[in-house]
T-cell receptor, first 113, second 113 residues
Framework: EAQVTQNPRYLITVTGKKLTVTCSQN?????MSWYRQDPGLGLRQIYY???????DKGDVPEGYKVSRKEKRNFPLILESPSPNQTSLYFC????????????FGSGTQLSVL | AQSVTQLGSHVSVSEGALVLLRCNYS??????LFWYVQYPNQGLQLLLK??????LVKGINGFEAEFKKSETSFHLTKPSAHMSDAAEYFC???????????FGAGTRLAVHP
């Protein structure tokens, strides 16, 4: 089954404790992206990648890091989480072509205390 | 810069009634436009997309949307609401040749018996 898998689904942590949210897709997609969803703001792009070893900032990259060492994986790293990073996070992927449909993971609800 | 405005953060309709969710966009070039749906505790799924082939676009689950360039609008409609349509709906825009999506703030649709 074609899917984007994120882990964990729920995560509660404390300020400053490094964490990683994993994302994996099985559709051989070149393009992968991370979004955060906040009430009243919709989804905002954090980082994206157009292929292995190619990553770039989205609209809200501060406090986040990503890597793309393999085509299928695109982890999101919070080196020193802060309470304002409490949010619902989505990973998405697609083929690298104009107007391609994005496939989304089920989301990771992060709470930073 | 591109932006998307969804009028009404909450819309409530009776089962069997018309569904109308409003979306206006701003873009300096003719855009690609999308509607995504998010059911509770799930990721986003594509409902439909406009690619300039036709101004009236039909999507899944009986939804359709009409692109009106003069009004910079892409409103989503469904003639008869079903209880299973209760979800959050997001309008999104991308510039041609770009995988990045700019999302609106979302509209939560409630359907009452």
């Amino acid at each position: 089954e074609a899917q984007v898998t994120q882990n964990p689904r729920y995560l509660i942590t404390v300020t400053g404790k490094k964490l990683t949210v994993t994302c994996s897709q099985n559709m051989n997609h070149e393009y992968m992206s991370w979004y955060r969803q906040d009430p009243g703001l919709g989804l905002r792009q954090i980082y994206y990648s157009m292929n292995v070893e190619v990553t770039d900032k989205g609209d809200v990259p501060e406090g986040y890091k990503v890597s793309r060492k393999e085509k299928r994986n695109f982890p999101l790293i919070l080196e020193s989480p802060s309470p304002n990073q409490t949010s619902l996070y989505f990973c998405a992927s697609s083929f690298l072509a104009t107007n391609e449909k994005l496939f989304f993971g089920s989301g990771t609800q992060l709470s930073v205390l | 810069a591109q932006s998307v405005t969804q009028l009404g953060s909450h819309v409530s309709v009776s089962e069997g009634a018309l569904v109308l969710l409003r979306c206006n966009y701003s873009s300096s070039v003719p855009p690609y436009l999308f509607w995504y749906v998010q059911y509770p505790n799930q990721g986003l799924q594509l409902l439909l997309k406009y690619t300039s082939a036709a101004t009236l676009v039909k999507g899944i689950n009986g939804f359709e949307a009409e692109f009106k360039k003069s009004e910079t609008s892409f409103h989503l409609t469904k003639p008869s609401a079903h209880m299973s349509d209760a979800a959050e709906y997001f309008c999104a825009v991308s510039e041609r040749g770009d995988n990045k999506l700019i999302f609106g703030a979302g509209t939560r649709l409630a359907v009452h018996p």
